[in-house]
């Protein structure tokens, strides 16, 4: 037996790397507990920056230790001459380049360089950009080595159209390189502008702060599609190419307007209640808003508040402003509102133009727009010219006929869905709905997704369809009587604008929760039989002043925890037949105390 080697078992190998591993950890959490002591008695000084750097050597994702690095290298370095500094910022970088060698995507070596690059009397961001070369070589979609080379070209001044042209390189190399795309999308209006003065390097990069800002010159856009068209025939099923086609069909953010105006009271809200509908979330400027009784110059008083479905932090698209009344000054019969410029913005800081109505009492100041005008005012983003669209649609069309059936037509088919949106999602309403049923057959694992996207069609159907049933014309905004009944809807979508609806069927559909229904002030009946509701939260239908009938029969209310957001509304009818929690031991003790407008 002698002379030979001896090979190991699986077993005695994984012995040995447990062992290993246990030193390893015992080190580590000596050190650690070390520099922690250190840290407490001396703080951070050489000895303990020492020790720190022994400890990110090997483990380069400890995030407490660069900050306390950077502590430590604050006090070291802040009496250090430049000449001095400018070495010490070197090494750093040179030790930076060791621990990207154990992890090129830790969070904490890449902010620990740039912080290294703000301390240096004279930063070499040349070197850098080489250094970005060196490590998008290792791996082209290193998200941290991209978003730190936006850093250093933007500190570096190089220029956008060498960006421009590097993004492509790597685009050439692996069209899947979501980040080179995605790279390109930002220098898109910064080397081909509309504007000959919007595209100067000096700007942000992300061009993002204004709408000009991102105005791309003609011809860029078709050019830009012939490019990401060869990525769809090379992988058809690669989604990096098919969302920089989505973002070139939607890159500009449309500006915010206001769509109606109106004034009102119910029983429960005798004060006049004035209601901005906007086309996106926007939040406000209150000091911008001016409204006088009609045919007078005098102020009124108006307390606003947003009508949240999400938090109170957030963007609204509907605002109520609550006019203050008093004994020489009673409830008017018509008020006028004046918006001044910049009274609304939405999150990214596009704001509204100046604008007026005047609406009476009960009655809503509609602006005279198109359902066409409405469409696109509803868009969050400026969508081309429909010459393009249907040039993309007919080359979407001509890919599907290269593809074999299956899962990988999916991206083409989701192209097509939103190109027929930007043209008319009423006109093309039937083709919507038989593209997503195909994609539901071809890719299940996302079934719940496409059935969204179902929903939201259906919304836009009944929003921006022309004519009612009866085919008379419909007014611009729902009022009144509105049915989404059996229509496989899994999602409430768009109802800041159905907020003079006095009556919702929502029954015979896929609903499971209830949200966003803050926005229907004028509801009085709700009706959702014959779901699959889980409950009634929290404050889901709170903040309804008028809403008098709720009906949720045949849904699955399993307990009377589901119906706690039931628990102190005025209603005057409720009906919950054929719920499971309706047979329930504690279901008639909760009905008798909380629910007395029960009905069978």
Not at 75 to 89: A, F, G, I, R, T
Not at 148 to 162: D, G, I, Q
Not at 495 to 515: C, G, K, Q, Y
Request: aromatic share 8%; with cysteine; charged share 25%.
């Amino acid at each position: 037996m002698h002379g030979r080697v001896k090979i190991r078992t699986t077993a005695e190998q994984d012995e040995l790397k447990r062992k290993e591993r246990q030193k390893k950890v015992a080190k580590y959490l000596f050190a650690r507990h070390a520099i922690i002591e250190k840290r407490k008695s001396t703080g951070i000084d050489a000895e303990a920056l020492q020790m720190i750097t022994a400890v990110l050597t090997t483990i380069p994702d400890f995030g407490t230790l660069w900050n306390w690095r950077r502590e430590g290298f604050t006090n070291v370095w802040k009496d250090m001459p430049s000449d001095e500094l400018q070495q010490k910022c070197h090494a750093e970088l040179l030790f930076l380049n060791q621990c990207l060698q154990h992890n090129p995507k830790s969070y904490g070596v890449w902010h620990q360089r740039r912080w290294v690059m703000g301390m240096a009397p004279s930063p070499p961001w040349e070197e850098e950009l080489d250094n970005c070369n060196k490590f998008l070589k290792l791996d082209e979609r290193n998200f941290h080595c991209w978003d730190y080379r936006r850093f250093v070209v933007r500190h570096s001044h190089t220029a956008s159209a060498e960006e421009f042209e590097f993004s492509m390189g790597k685009i050439s190399e692996n069209f899947s390189n979501y980040s080179a795309w995605h790279y390109r999308s930002t220098l898109l209006a910064k080397v081909r502008p509309a504007d000959a003065h919007a595209g100067s390097d000096d700007e942000d990069m992300m061009g993002m702060r204004s709408l000009d800002r991102r105005a791309v010159a003609a011809g860029a856009i078709d050019e830009e599609l012939d490019t990401v068209a060869s990525a769809f025939y090379i992988d058809p099923c690669d989604q990096s190419a098919w969302f920089y086609h989505r973002w070139l069909l939607g890159r500009e953010e449309t500006q915010p307007t206001v769509c109606c105006a109106h004034v009102g009271n119910t029983d429960r809200m005798p004060t006049p209640r004035i209601m901005l509908v906007f086309s996106h979330a926007v939040f406000v400027d209150t000091s911008k808003i001016h409204v006088t009784i009609h045919g007078e110059d005098s102020p009124v008083g108006v307390a606003w508040t947003a009508i949240h479905a999400e938090t109170p932090q957030a963007p609204s698209v509907t605002w109520q402003g609550l006019v203050e009344t008093t004994e020489t000054q009673p409830a008017a019969e018509a008020y006028t509102i004046h918006l001044a410029t910049g009274a609304a913005c939405n999150a990214n800081g596009i704001a509204t133009c100046a604008t007026q109505a005047t609406s009476t009492a009960n009655a809503t100041a509609q602006y005279n727009v198109s359902k066409a005008e409405l469409r696109s005012r509803l868009s969050r983003y400026q969508l081309p010219s429909p010459a393009l669209l249907q040039g993309q649609l007919s080359a979407c069309r001509e890919l599907l006929e290269e593809l074999e059936e299956g899962y990988e037509r999916k991206w083409a088919l989701l192209a097509i869905i939103y190109i027929l949106q930007g043209l008319n999602p009423v006109a093309h309403h039937s083709d919507i709905i038989a593209t997503l049923h195909t994609l539901k057959a071809i890719d299940p694992q996302r079934k719940g997704y496409y059935a969204d996207i179902m929903s939201r069609a259906e919304w836009e159907s009944m929003l921006f369809g022309d004519a009612g049933n009866d085919g008379e014309a419909k007014p611009l905004l729902p009022i009144g009587h509105v049915n989404m009944a059996s229509k496989s809807l899994t999602s409430l979508h768009h109802l800041a604008h159905f907020f003079m609806v006095e009556t919702l069927n929502l029954s015979d559909n896929h609903i499971v929760r209830l949200s966003k229904l803050q926005c229907l002030q004028t509801l009085r009946k709700l009706v959702l039989d014959d779901n699959a509701i889980l409950g009634v939260y929290d404050t889901e239908l709170s903040g309804l002043p008028g809403l008098r009938d709720v009906s949720l029969r045949n849904n699955d209310i399993k307990s009377c925890r589901g119906l706690q957001g039931l628990k102190g509304l005025p209603l005057e009818a409720l009906c919950l037949t054929g719920n499971p929690v309706c047979k329930s031991a504690e279901f008639p003790e909760f009905a008798t105390e909380f629910l007395p407008y029960l009905v069978e």
